[in-house]
């Protein structure tokens, strides 16, 4: 085997030796070059080659040939050291680093390069997918040139430190013509300075003002050498200089003959080169201000306008005017959006009549600025081509390469007209959430997937603001919003409440119509408004480090809320990558960084005294010892026991949105349900440990589920046993007492009975009247209302909204109860006498049995509707509060659970504006009780027969309406709830 490979490496030895001399076999020379090298190769002594000593080597040769401008050479040549690298495998060769040795054999055999034809370097592909070289080898009697490099390498620097321009390697600029006789006659007052700089006495001494002097005065002569050496001249003579034309080509100075032909020479007009053209329209692109092809309208206008007395040689005026016009528009642009910042930052301001701009307009103004930087670098990468001039290179192909960045700078331009106001004449909560609001509807109605994905990641870094804000406030219990941007506010503490039981300390400010449309503002402005009060009831309740024991014990990560946010936008919006997400992102600027190694001892005390302060659950002691606790460790402390959370994550500032954007799908994402969806689930993940805890605490040390079956029970008079004595010893007070309307008197009278059944809460009960004269129960009761002391934090249930709809069932049920009071107290011996088994009056017996009857129906009807509320309505929706109450986790569902349930307790008792007619009807009834008691407790004898007939069809009328009226809201306002009370009234419908 050996054998073999000695027969091939000869082989491949006597073919080099042909390749590299030319000798032939047979020859002198060539006998002697492979004995020469087949003794080194047999014999050899020396290390393996250094394949980074030859790889360094082929870059210096690289390097060496980009010095010297023959890029074509360097290309040519990196891309030959590949192919041949690829042409075989050497990882399986016998021979270790056979590859770099070959390559390092070539470049030491090498010598002149600057002769070599590129031509002649073409690979050839053999039949068995070899790699074959045609080379032509120089002839080596030919002279070799030698070049004094040092004398070559300051060929040119007179000229260049003496009349420098940057269009002096320009094609078109090699004939320029000297600079015109009067402008150099003429003294600038920058040679006046440089005049008078040249003679300020220098002190050579150590003091301070000496140094100080002295380095004015060279910065002054810098600039000024600057200024006459570097500055492009073109601008100060342009407008007296025609361009030279020295070409073979007619149309190359088509302009001077235009002007001819037009203006019989009578108009001047100033020509420039193409070149210098170009170097101006992306100069304007970067820096938009007057120059000589652009002027600006005036002083106080923004307007962009093409100078007309200018052109190039190859275009007339009005050509060259109409391919420059359209991009005065991109110039205005670009200088709206930079004045927007510059408004932002004003470097003058005034407390006293300076508004602060909301952080969300500056940091919308950021991701602005993200945006124009990145096509900016784009049109810097033309500007260089440009400069470069390897290919053909003209103002019609630099219009072409500018098209994608003009159209980017429109779009952004245009949304940004759509989403920002006057935030100097408007308050800041409306400039942010309507530019919010703006940017996620221009995300969503895009029909351009670049339009979406840019306003994608415009409102992603702008929503970092109330991101943060939220965070802040969530997280450890402070309302930090110093520009007043957030939608929620807070209500300040020296603001004197109206009710000293005011709970709700924070308010939603009035939003715009498009606001109120965005499902993320609605998120924030309810879900955040909820949580946030849970919050604010621990702070007050002191109980924050409970909720960071909480925290701390789950697996819910302590990254901000913005950054997490992001993350989980972009993992969503990752699945629909069609391709692999680390083809298209890197993932070093997903992955945090990782804490460097510490020394081991340094490491224990440090980790340890970290974990003294975490388990403190106090953010304040970690803040007071950020700056003796290394940082990293301090960002990085994700959990108690000092280990260094892992987790991905993603900032703004390492991660361009819009780039990742654009290579993660091929068509619009759908962002509206991504990024709902998203915060949602991060803030319930995040805060449902909060509402919990909350929840528990209202459960347990407020008896929060006793106060609610209290109301019930009082109230709504589900402890009929105990309220029979109240409400019956009312009544009597009322018809019989002149005093009755003492509220004391009552309120003794209510905290008497409530005692021996609820002793611990009775002395919270009391009865406000109403300045009131009166015996009859009915006008009484509209004046009576119950209430109850409630402390603070229950009021954030039972508020004063709720207490007055728990009043108007109370009064309701009150009425419906001295109704069935009133006729159950009527006896049969009132009306027939002491003789009534013996009346032989017929007509009067008559009439006595027509009123006992008009009982019986007022009894029926009253009855029918106390039965509905008390068993139907009560009783029924109490056991499905109680259910909802125990299923719920947090504060807000307690009060949503709670809210619902009164609402739809004051619909099912008729209390609502929808039932007037039936609730009017129904009072109707309840009167009539006072007129037959009143004809009742008079005797048969007394009855008018006309009264009782009038009583009658009155009682048929309001119970035929009652019936149809039933009917109809059970057909038509889907009240299926009164479809009992409706069927009792249908059914036994009195005839006159």
Not at 359 to 369: E, F, G, I, K, S
Not at 634 to 658: P, Q
Not at 679 to 705: F, H, P, Q
Not at 724 to 735: A, D, H, K, S, V
Request: charged share 25%; net charge negative; glycine share 2%.
């Amino acid at each position: 085997m050996a054998t073999k490979i000695l027969i091939d490496i000869h082989n491949d030895i006597r073919l080099l030796i042909t390749a590299i001399t030319g000798f032939e076999a047979g020859e002198e020379g060539f006998r002697i070059c492979e004995a020469f090298a087949l003794s080194n190769v047999k014999h050899h002594r020396y290390l393996s080659v250094n394949s980074q000593a030859t790889k360094r080597s082929i870059d210096d040769v690289v390097s060496k040939f980009s010095i010297h401008g023959k890029y074509e050479v360097a290309n040519k040549f990196r891309e030959l050291v590949d192919t041949f690298l690829s042409s075989f495998d050497f990882d399986h060769h016998p021979q270790y680093d056979l590859q770099w040795a070959l390559l390092s054999l070539l470049l030491d055999l090498s010598c002149e390069t600057n002769k070599s034809e590129l031509h002649c370097l073409e690979t050839v592909r053999s039949s068995r997918g070899e790699y074959s070289f045609n080379v032509t080898v120089a002839n080596e009697n030919e002279p070799t040139e030698e070049i004094d490099w040092g004398q070559y390498l300051r060929e040119g620097q007179e000229d260049f430190f003496c009349d420098y321009q940057s269009e002096s390697d320009s094609e078109w600029s090699n004939n320029d013509d000297p600079e015109p006789s009067g402008m150099a006659e003429q003294s600038s007052p920058d040679n006046l300075i440089r005049d008078l700089v040249s003679v300020i006495p220098v002190k050579r001494t150590e003091s301070t003002l000496d140094k100080l002097s002295e380095s004015l005065a060279d910065g002054v002569e810098s600039r000024n050498w600057l200024k006459n050496n570097v500055q492009n001249k073109w601008w100060t003579w342009i407008e007296y200089n025609k361009y030279p034309v020295d070409s073979k080509f007619p149309d190359a100075g088509f302009c001077e003959l235009w002007n001819e032909i037009t203006s019989r020479g009578l108009q001047q007009t100033g020509t420039l080169s193409e070149y210098q053209a170009c170097r101006e329209v992306l100069w304007m692109l970067h820096c938009p201000v007057q120059m000589v092809l652009f002027l600006k309208n005036n002083s106080d206008s923004e307007l962009f306008s093409t100078k007309q007395d200018i052109s190039i040689p190859s275009l007339s005026q009005d050509a060259f005017i109409s391919i420059l016009d359209p991009l005065c528009n991109y110039f205005v642009m670009l200088r709206e959006l930079e004045q927007f910042g510059e408004n932002l930052y004003p470097k003058h301001t005034s407390p006293e009549v300076y508004q602060f701009p909301p952080l969300t307009y500056q940091a919308y103004h950021r991701a602005v600025m993200q945006h124009l930087n990145k096509m900016r670098e784009g049109m810097i990468r033309i500007e260089k081509k440009f400069v470069k001039q390897d290919d053909c290179d003209t103002l019609l192909s630099m219009m072409n390469d500018l098209r994608p960045y003009l159209d980017g700078i429109k779009m952004l331009y245009e949304v940004h007209q759509s989403v920002t106001s006057e935030w100097e004449y408007h308050l800041n909560w409306k400039c942010a959430s309507k530019l919010l609001s703006g940017l996620f509807f221009e995300m969503q109605n895009s029909s351009s997937r670049e339009k979406a994905n840019m306003c994608t990641s415009l409102y992603l870094q702008s929503l970092s603001v109330y991101l943060n804000i939220i965070d802040t406030w969530l997280s450890e219990g402070r309302f930090e919003d110093w520009r007043e941007e957030f939608v929620i506010a807070k209500i300040p503490e020296d603001v004197t409440l109206e009710d000293e039981e005011q709970h709700d300390t924070f308010v939603v400010r009035p939003l715009d119509q498009i606001c109120l449309n965005d499902p993320i503002m609605e998120l924030l402005v309810h879900k955040v408004r909820d949580m946030g009060r849970s919050i604010e009831l621990l702070v007050r309740l002191d109980r924050i480090p409970d909720m960071w024991r909480m925290v701390n014990d789950s697996s819910v990560s302590r990254i901000s809320l913005n950054q997490e946010f992001l993350t989980e936008v972009i993992s969503e919006f990752g699945k629909y990558n069609p391709t692999d997400l680390t083809d298209t992102v890197d993932v070093s600027v997903i992955q945090m960084t990782e804490v460097p190694a510490l020394e081991p001892i340094s490491s224990l005390i440090k980790q340890n005294a970290l974990q003294q302060m975490s388990n403190s659950n106090d953010p304040f002691l970690l803040k007071a010892f950020e700056n003796y606790v290394p940082f990293d460790l301090l960002r990085n402390n994700d959990a108690v026991d000092g280990k260094i959370s892992s987790e991905n994550s993603i900032t703004n500032c390492d991660f361009n949105i819009f780039e990742w954007l654009e290579n993660t799908s091929q068509s619009i994402l759908p962002s509206r349900r991504v990024l709902k969806s998203v915060l949602s689930k991060i803030l319930n993940t995040r805060y449902k440990g909060a509402s919990k805890l909350v929840k528990d605490i209202m459960v347990a040390e407020y008896n929060l589920e006793k106060h609610l079956k209290l109301m019930r029970c009082i109230y709504m008079m589900e402890t009929g046993h105990v309220m029979n004595r109240f409400y019956q010893q009312l009544f009597t007070e009322i018809e019989t007492n002149a005093t009755w309307n003492n509220p004391n008197a009552l309120t003794n009278l209510l905290e008497e009975i409530l005692s021996q059944e609820w002793p611990e809460t009775s002395s919270r009960w009391s009865i406000v009247v109403s300045e009131i004269r009166t015996h009859q129960v009915l006008v009484a009761a509209n004046k009576i209302m119950l209430h109850y002391a409630i402390s603070w934090p229950m009021c954030m249930v039972l508020t004063k909204e709720a207490l007055v709809k728990y009043n108007d069932i109370f009064r309701f049920q009150l009425k419906l109860k001295w109704a069935l009071w009133t006729l159950d107290h009527l006896r049969f011996s009132d009306l027939e006498g002491s003789k009534s088994a013996g009346m032989n009056d017929r007509v009067q017996h008559f009439q006595a049995r027509r009123l006992e009857s008009l009982r019986f129906w007022l009894i029926h009807a009253i009855g029918s509707i106390h039965a509905y509320l008390s068993g139907q309505v009560l009783q029924s929706l109490g056991s499905m509060l109680e259910k909802a109450l125990s299923e719920a986790d947090n504060l807000d569902t307690i009060i949503r659970v709670h809210t619902e349930y009164l609402m739809k307790v004051h619909e099912h008792c008729l209390q609502t504006a929808e039932f007037e007619d039936l609730t009017a009807t129904i009072n109707s009834l309840l009167e009539m009780c006072i007129y037959v008691r009143d004809r009742w407790k008079r005797g048969a004898e007394n009855i008018i027969p006309a009264e009782l007939d009038m009583m009658e069809s009155s009682y048929i009328k309001y119970h035929t309406y009652l019936a149809l009226a039933l009917h109809n809201a059970v057909q038509h306002k889907d009240a299926d709830y009164l479809t009992g009370l409706s069927s009792a009234f249908n059914y036994s419908i009195p005839c006159a």
